[in-house]
């Protein structure tokens, strides 16, 4: 039934999609080039499993609901153009051709009325619908509808012993039954073109709204798709601005991540700020820069290099209090099926705030001061960072040059000054010595980290604080770390990498287990009693470590009780993104998940964090539950078997 008009509406179609592509790409355009923050992109066959296969997608339960939609579309429309290439079916295969398409085109009608279900009868909170939303759905919803009575307008017209194999066009064309020929042919002619318009249309409009996730989404996975380990290490020497305050100065690959947003939610179910109450939405992060770069693009491109566009942050706009509300949990990047990360854009627009405008919470002003002083958020003397180790006579060398270690033990901030920490890393040292491991500490100089620094925007802060430790641990001719923080294993291996720090850095879950596994640690006393173990952000969806910390438990001889919430899929404890060190105003995270922690009923909680330890201990307090369960540290734990 193609004829010379439906070729050039083919080619219409086309061209609205391409020049759909090229406008956003323009818009893209105006920022900055994308250096060394691209975390890579995805392997060819991990992109043909999460766009083709869905997999990320069909971790949440709906999740096959929009893969089904998405086969039902997508299968009759790649056979149709198959079909348009002179691509003959054999005539033994047409009937379950025919019975494979149908059965896709119900499939996906029924994945299709799911979404509609979910978003306007569920209603799902984070979940959030406008006018776009109800279009798409219904329009979508007449594409499979009208590409089913044209099935059944064809078997009305030409009825043949096939038609059982199209089993929906079959009931439906059993009504046509009674009109004449010449009836039934308009009917298939009107219904076609309505079929064919709605199918172009829909390839037209592809690039355009809401449906633009499915073409900029596959760029982001194929380009950007894998999960980052570091945050972007700006040049703080060649330039005079820093962070992002404009939608101008995210970098293009922020910009291309901003317009793959399909607005599903899954960012904001998972937020431990959003589920305790705080002002902070990651998808409404993401669709404010969105809508910002579409309102902004072309003005700044007329505009020239001056030509900024308006502050991201502040009253209308994002809002301090949601920048700063942000526990840098990662949770929201694991949980995207399309890579989007707000986290990057948040820790560009405090770099901002703190570098260029002077702008921080009030109690990280007093945190900076401290750091820059002393090189510990506490600000307790510098001098004093290997003291505890004599007061707790615990005989730990300190590194010399030219001595070879096995290790060098890392204690961090919250090791060396924290008093109830102090506990954990002293179990952890006894440890070592006990399975003949030869380390040593940096003493006086170790200085943090800088990963809190990092991540509340102070960057000049963090490059100073890293070149030192850098400096420190290569002139030991050291190459192995052991660190009891996640926080700063992440920041000793990934971000220092970027400034010239080539250290392989282990958790001390890791090693530990390592000792357990090669037996130069032997239990002598089983612990009795039950533990539920709660996974650091940093180390389950940094670095993937969930069975390391699980076996320590286990071999302890605690009976592990797990919480839903656990593994990447972990609840944070609401320390991280510095927020150990502001007031968590409202329901407190570290309380919530103390509480779910406490519902298994477990005796011990099992941490393997710094922060988690110290949130986890106060939410349990806040819970009156001290005398029930105690919070401890893997190393406390497996001490405790070994003695």
């Keep these: 039934m193609a004829n010379g008009l439906d070729a050039a509406l083919v080619l219409v179609s086309f061209t609205f999609f391409v020049e759909g592509v090229r406008r956003r790409l323009k818009k893209i355009s105006i920022g900055l080039p994308s250096g060394q923050e691209s975390s890579g992109g995805l392997s060819f066959r991990e992109f043909l499993r999460e766009v083709f296969g869905h997999a990320k997608v069909l971790r949440e339960p709906q999740g096959v609901h929009h893969y089904l939609f998405f086969l039902g579309f997508l299968v009759p429309l790649a056979f149709v153009a198959l079909v348009q290439l002179s691509f003959a079916v054999p005539a033994p295969a047409a009937r379950f051709v025919s019975l494979f398409l149908e059965i896709t085109g119900v499939l996906g009608l029924y994945g299709l009325s799911r979404l ?3 978003r306007y009868l569920a209603r ?45 066009g079959h009931l439906l064309s059993l009504p046509l ?37 499915a073409v900029y989404g596959a760029m982001n996975l194929l380009w950007y798709g894998k999960r980052p380990k570091a945050f972007p290490t ?35 179910k998972v937020c431990p700020a959003n ?55 990662l949770h929201c990047v694991e949980a995207c099926p399309l890579a989007v990360n707000p986290l990057y854009k948040i820790i560009e627009m405090r770099r901002f705030e703190v570098l260029m405008e002077g702008r921080m919470p009030p109690e990280l002003i007093t945190f900076n001061r401290n750091l820059e002083k002393n090189f510990n958020p506490w600000g307790i003397g510098w001098s004093k960072r290997e003291e505890w180790l004599e007061r707790r006579g615990l005989p ?24 109830r920490y102090q506990r954990a890393v002293a179990s952890l040292v006894r440890i070592l010595a006990l399975a003949g491991v030869k380390f040593a500490v940096l003493g006086n100089a170790e200085k943090c980290c800088g990963e809190p620094a990092r991540v509340t925007g102070n960057e000049y802060l963090f490059q100073t604080l890293a070149r030192e430790n850098i400096e420190n641990i290569k002139a030991l001719g050291v190459r192995t770390v052991v660190t009891a923080c996640p926080h700063c294993q992440k920041t000793l291996s990934a971000d220092y990498a970027d400034l010239g720090g080539d250290l392989k850095v282990v958790h001390h879950s890791n090693y530990l287990s390592g000792l357990l596994e090669s037996k130069k640690l032997s239990l002598k006393t089983p612990l009795e009693g039950t533990a539920t173990l709660h996974d650091s952000c ?61 519902e298994t009923g477990c005796s011990i909680i099992a ?16 819970a009156g539950k001290e005398g029930e369960a105690e919070v401890l540290d893997l190393a406390e734990i497996l001490e405790r078997a070994l003695t």
């Design 116 to 118: 509609f279900f979910r």
């Design 124 to 168: 799902p909170p984070e979940l959030k619908s406008g006018p776009e939303d109800f279009a798409l759905l219904t329009f979508f919803g007449f594409l499979f509808k009208s590409g089913f009575f044209v099935e059944a307008g064809r078997l009305a017209l030409a009825p043949s012993e096939s038609a059982l194999w199209s089993p929906v």
């Design 177 to 213: 039954g009674f009109l004449s020929q010449d009836a039934k042919l308009e009917f298939l002619r009107l219904l076609w073109r309505l079929h064919l318009f709605a199918a172009l249309a829909g390839i037209a409009l592809l690039p355009y709204g809401k449906m633009g996730h």
């Design 234 to 268: 700006p040049d703080l020497e060649g330039s005079e601005y820093f962070g992002a305050g404009h939608i101008s100065k995210l970098t293009r690959k922020n910009l291309l991540n901003i317009s793959s947003c399909v607005r599903c939610g899954r960012c904001e």
């Design 275 to 329: 589920f305790t109450g705080k002002p902070l939405s990651p998808q409404k992060v993401v669709n404010d820069l969105n809508a910002r770069l579409n309102g902004e693009a072309a003005g700044i491109m007329r505009g020239g290099e001056e030509n900024i566009g308006s502050p991201l942050v502040g009253e209308g706009a994002i809002l301090e209090e949601t920048l700063w509300s942000c526990t840098a949990c």
């Design 396 to 419: 730990v060398p300190i590194a010399k040059k030219g001595e070879q270690y096995d290790v060098l033990l890392f204690l961090g901030c919250a090791g060396a000054f924290d008093d």
């Design 538 to 598: 940093y180390l389950s969806r940094y670095f993937c470590n969930i069975e390391k910390p699980r076996r320590i438990v286990s071999a302890s001889g605690l009976t592990l009780r797990e919480m839903e919430k656990r593994g990447e899929k972990t609840f944070c404890c609401g320390g991280g993104g510095g927020r150990m060190w502001m007031e968590d105003k409202g329901t407190r995270i570290g309380d919530a998940r103390a509480k779910e922690a406490l």
């Design 607 to 622: 941490t393997s964090c710094p922060f988690c330890l110290s949130m986890l201990t106060d939410g349990v307090k806040a």
